[in-house]
């Protein structure tokens, strides 16, 4: 969850008019250069900030990790500011670990926005290998990867499809676990991470592990034989392997369109019966709540007895858009939650840190209610009960596609429809905690001298008639894992298998 709904939205847009108006400066572009390192007391002095706010207002900092424990990691962290870092030391060697600890996913650490901006437009050298990721497929098995492509496009020898064993000298199993160690979970599924790694392996490489003039690659050849290669790094400064930049998109349009249609999209397939809808976000600028009904209102008239929902790429977004999907899908009332908790209802003297303190404080102050001696609930969202729609409602088969990015607000909806006689999982693990997350207002806290930010949610969700709290994400019902040989040979095996489960339905309806 990114939000809190229309509630969230307002305020978010009452808070951005209030820093404008305040004309708030901003550093030099200097200030935010890769190479610049800061004293180390400045840095312990941000951490204290970060410690102070993370004990008196996360909401969730012990679910997983016992007090007794979180303390030793936060001096275990504090003691690694021994000299002066540049943010990217920082981040690595001490946010991420730190934050990791917390096994919160909605809880991690990121660079100021102009860090980012500076970093995207110089040219910098990189680790050459994009490379898809693969968990362990059986208990006795390691984790697995494989190449998606080379940077350096005059390598005949490292391609796609190419097993990777070593990266210099560290095995892909010490390899992921050095990522994993500074990458946010929720509880202790990492299906997330494995998905994030293969989409920026070269940056989490860079840096994790700095920038090496050459790399010693271990890697399986097409004979089943293990080799080894040195290969360089990949210069983007080298003319001879620059990319023309892309022309420019002028027609607004066409571009706010595009847009949407990677946000979601719907086809059916008449010849089969099966309706085929992509939601990517349950976030704003895709206008789902028109795309939802239009959507139905075509299943409904063209008599489509099956739906694919693909959420695999759905990092979550606002509770009201996954709810609004769930209506035309549920067959009972349902709520967003049993419990929405914050541990606080004003974020008091730290809430000069936070990113819109004020308007956050306001809206934990008038949404919350005290229960407890250090509890506040979200009242709304545990009362709030949302019916089924009665018009262009779907009765037919649905077969929902989730992984390891199904998170947030998309696992709420994946826990709202388990279960129900029509509906199967279909895939892998969500990322998100079936037992519940943290999220609704999740802002971000700027430390005082880096500027680094942390995403801090506000509020701990206990889901819609939960599940017990081990630390895992919604399950499949029918488990299709990622597989090298689908890689290697371009299939989407999880949309594959959801198309033959909706046949093998069909035919079984036939002959009743």
């Known amino acids: 969850m990114r939000g809190i709904s229309a509630i969230g939205n307002w305020f978010t847009a009452l808070c951005m008019v209030v820093i404008i108006g305040l004309g708030i400066g901003c550093k030099s572009s200097a200030f935010y250069r890769a190479d610049v390192s800061f004293p180390a007391e400045a840095l312990r002095e941000d951490y204290r900030v970060l410690r102070t706010t993370l004990e008196k207002h996360h909401p969730a900092l012990y679910w997983y990790t016992p007090k007794d424990s979180m303390d030793l990691f936060f001096d275990r962290y504090y003691d690694q500011i021994a000299d002066s870092m540049t943010r990217q030391e920082f981040g690595v060697k001490v946010l991420g670990p730190l934050t990791g600890k917390i096994r919160c996913g909605h809880t991690s650490f990121g660079y100021p926005a102009r860090y980012n901006k500076l970093q995207r437009e110089t040219a910098s050298p990189s680790f050459p290998l994009h490379i898809r990721v693969f968990p362990p ?44 160690q500074m990458m946010p979970t929720d509880g202790y599924s990492n299906g997330i991470n494995y998905i994030r790694l293969s989409t920026a392996f070269p940056r989490y490489h860079r840096a994790v592990f700095g920038i090496s003039k050459q790399y010693s690659i271990g890697y399986i050849d097409s004979l089943g034989l293990h080799r080894q290669i040195t290969v360089p790094c990949y210069n983007p400064g080298d003319s001879a392997k620059a990319k023309p930049a892309a022309p420019a998109i002028k027609d607004r349009g066409r571009t706010a369109k595009k847009r949407k249609t990677l946000i979601r999209n719907f086809e059916i397939d008449t010849s089969r019966g099966i309706g085929i809808m992509h939601i990517n976000s349950f976030g704003d600028g895709g206008r789902l709540r028109s795309f939802y009904r239009k959507s139905f209102r075509s299943l409904r008239q063209n008599n489509i007895p099956h739906l694919i929902i693909d959420l695999r790429l759905n990092g979550g977004g606002r509770v009201d858009h996954y709810a609004a999907l769930a209506r035309y899908i549920k067959k009972e009332p349902f709520k967003v939650a049993d419990s929405v908790i914050a541990v606080t209802n004003w974020l008091g003297r730290e809430k000069k840190y936070y990113y819109a303190g004020f308007i956050n404080s306001l809206v934990l102050y008038f949404g919350s209610r005290k229960t407890g001696e250090r509890e506040y609930h979200f009242r709304y969202w545990e009362r709030k009960m949302y019916e089924p729609r009665r018009r262009n409602h779907y009765d037919g088969n649905v077969f929902v596609l989730i ?4 998170f947030s607000a998309s696992t709420l909806f994946a826990n709202a429809v388990k279960g129900q006689d029509n509906v199967l999982l279909v895939g892998e693990e ?56 689908n890689l290697k040979n371009g299939i989407d095996g999880k949309m594959q298998k959801a198309i033959e489960l909706a046949e093998q339905a069909g035919v079984r309806q036939q002959k009743q």
């Open 430 to 485: 969500a990322g998100g905690g079936w037992h519940g997350n943290t999220g609704m207002l999740i802002p971000n806290v700027i430390l005082p001298n880096s500027k680094m930010k942390v995403r801090m949610p506000l509020h701990r969700i206990v889901q819609y008639k939960h599940v017990p709290k081990n630390g895992r994400g919604v399950p499949p019902d029918v488990l299709v894992p990622a597989t090298v040989e």
């Open 403 to 406: 992984a390891g990015s199904t």
């Open 137 to 180: 497929q059986f208990p006795d098995h390691t984790d697995t990867m494989v190449v998606l492509s080379n940077l350096n496009q005059q390598d005949s020898v490292l391609r796609k499809g190419m097993l990777i064993t070593s990266i210099n000298g560290m095995t892909s199993h010490q390899l992921i676990d050095s990522f994993f």
